[in-house]
């Protein structure tokens, strides 16, 4: 035997609604990551010596700025770098140097951005800006050994 089925009314649920607030805080930012400039074995130089290393940074998409390098330890200033004996700063055995921007070696890269840093513009992903080191011809070093520098590669944005 069936059941009669009676019409059943819902009463009206009440209703409330609210907004549930989503955000993320999207800040500029940037990594740096550095080749060396390796000139390797050389004889004292009777031709300008060259050697390549690179600064690949990645920074935020759109992100412009400007990357500097600086004198060096042992450099007068970013157009006469020198690498010397680490007991020999700067002294009668420096081997002078320097390093460019460009492939032409005609751009010498600084740190004094709208000068001589070079300008970038973010885009998310790694980018490799070439380093080119010269050492120039006709030097003779007072002794033999591993000569070095450190320069300071500074990221401003």
Do not use: K
């Not at 081997?95 to 460009?102: C, H, P, Q, V």
Request: some cysteine.
């Amino acid at each position: 035997m069936l059941v009669g089925l009676q019409n059943v009314a819902f009463a009206a649920v009440s209703q409330e609604t609210a907004s549930l607030q989503v955000s993320a805080n999207v800040q500029n930012s940037c990594t740096l990551n550095i080749q060396p400039v390796s000139f390797g074995t050389i004889v004292t130089p009777t031709v300008d010596t060259y050697a390549t290393g690179a600064v690949i940074y990645t920074c935020s998409n759109g992100l412009q700025g400007h990357i500097g390098l600086d004198r060096g330890i042992n450099g007068q200033d970013v157009n006469s770098r020198a690498l010397s004996m680490p007991n020999d700063r700067g002294g009668a055995s420096s081997i002078i140097y320097a390093l460019y921007r460009d492939s032409t070696h005609n751009d010498n890269w600084g740190n004094t951005p709208g000068s001589d840093a070079m300008a970038f513009t973010g885009n998310g992903s790694a980018i490799s800006l070439p380093v080119y080191g010269l050492i120039f011809s006709g030097q003779s070093a007072s002794t033999t050994g591993n000569f070095t520098d450190t320069v300071t590669v500074t990221m401003y944005y």
